[in-house]
Nanobody
Framework: QVQLVESGGGLVQAGDSLRLSCAAS????????MAWFRQAPGKEREFVAG????????WYADSVKGRFTISRDNAKNTVYLQMNSLKPEDTAVYSC?????????????????????WGQGTQVTVSS
């Protein structure tokens, strides 16, 4: 069992930066593939970024590529999402997800159903 707790959300202006953290419980964090998803009001949950267990493979949604950076610190059981040049359309609840299923394909990481564990989410609001 893995428990995930997100933090770092808030209200910022367009162009600002935020750093989200996702702290995981459990001794097997380093075996888990991780991702960030977001969901805006009235919209479906969408993939933002994913990182494999070792950090050697990373994927981004086209909408955030070049602005967001995902990373992980296995010693701290934490995955991060650095968000720069924020836009109003980035406004959403951001959630992290984890799984210990093996897959090295982009198609796995963009699929919410592939992940077994989810955090409660943290609100990010970007004003124009």
């Amino acid at each position: 069992q893995v428990q995930l707790v997100e933090s770092g959300g808030g209200l910022v202006q367009a162009g600002d930066s935020l750093r989200l953290s996702c702290a995981a419980s459990g001794r097997t964090f380093s075996e888990n593939n991780m991702a960030w998803f977001r969901q805006a009001p009235g919209k479906e949950r969408e993939f933002v970024a994913g990182i494999n267990w070792s950090g050697s493979r990373i994927w981004y949604a086209d909408s955030v590529k070049g602005r967001f950076t995902i990373s992980r610190d296995n010693a701290k059981n934490t995955v991060y999402l650095q968000m720069n040049s924020l836009k109003p359309e980035d406004t959403a609840v951001y959630s992290c997800a984890a799984t210990n299923r093996g897959c090295s394909a982009y198609g796995c990481y963009v699929t919410p159903g592939w992940f077994d564990y989810w955090g409660q989410g943290t609100q990010v609001t970007v004003s124009s």
